[in-house]
């Protein structure tokens, strides 16, 4: 079964400009979650869809926006790129949203890197 | 808010030596805690969580934790190390009944020598 997949791999922007990184979630998985991971530290989170709407969101600058499709894929917005903005995206995939005392256990995608010059 | 703090970021051991990767987390209410691995330009990889029951989780390749609630702490351990251990580990916490969102510490890098 494929796993969370993200594209593109690799992406070099410069200071200004925009960017779009998308997500696929494992099949069956409506949950897809967003975080930026800098060089050098741990993962932060930015945004949770669940059923095309948003559940979560960290915190991060409206230059960062999100959405998810009707078939779960999701899509990762940044505007007026900073070079602070350079770090590994990665996106998560999970079955639904954990509500009481369940979790949703969440699967990672290999992530995008985004170089800002 | 919840926060997790990995006090070592780089630990060094040599192969089949004991290895322990502290984890220490603070939080107000009831929690989940993980351990994740990301080997280089990678993403992350499950390693174990603690959800409820045996303080003691294990994963398949031979680690474990110990989840110490009046310590607040979440420490992995492997009693020997192989070179393909060398990899980062992230500690993790997420609220009970708080949705999916991931609270990462900063990272331990393990480095296994010959």
């Known amino acids: 079964d494929a796993g969370v997949t993200q594209s593109p791999t690799h992406l070099i922007k410069t200071r200004g400009q925009q960017v779009t990184l998308r997500c696929s979630p494992i099949s069956g998985h409506k949950s897809v979650s967003w975080y930026q991971q800098v060089l050098g530290q741990g993962p932060q989170f930015i945004f949770q869809?669940?059923?095309?709407?948003?559940?979560g969101r960290g915190n991060f600058p409206d230059r960062f926006s999100a959405r998810q499709f009707p078939n779960y894929s999701s899509e990762l917005n940044v505007n007026a790129l900073l070079l602070g903005d350079s770090a590994l995206y990665l996106c998560?995939?999970?079955?639904?949203?954990?509500?009481?005392?369940?979790?949703?256990?969440?699967?990672f995608g290999p992530g995008t890197r985004l170089t800002v010059l | 808010a919840q926060s997790v703090t990995q006090l070592d970021s780089q630990v060094p051991v040599f192969e089949e030596a004991p290895v322990e990767l502290r984890c220490n987390y603070s939080?107000?209410?009831?929690?989940?805690l993980f351990w994740y691995v990301q080997y280089p330009n990678q993403g992350l990889q499950l390693l174990l969580k603690?959800?409820?029951?045996?303080?003691l989780v294990e994963s398949i390749n031979g680690f474990e934790a110990e989840f110490n609630k009046s310590q607040t702490s979440f420490h992995l351990r492997k009693p020997s190390v192989h070179i393909s251990d060398t990899a980062e580990y992230f500690c993790?916490?997420?609220?009970?009944?708080?949705?999916?969102?991931?609270?990462f510490g900063t990272g331990t890098q393990l480095k296994v020598e010959l």
């Open positions: 998560a995939s999970s079955p639904g949203l954990a509500g009481g005392l369940n979790y949703n256990e969440q699967f």
């Open positions: 939080s107000s209410v009831s929690v989940y």
């Open positions: 869809y669940y059923e095309k709407e948003e559940r």
């Open positions: 603690y959800l409820s029951g045996s303080t």
């Open positions: 993790a916490v997420t609220i009970t009944g708080g949705g999916n969102k991931l609270t």
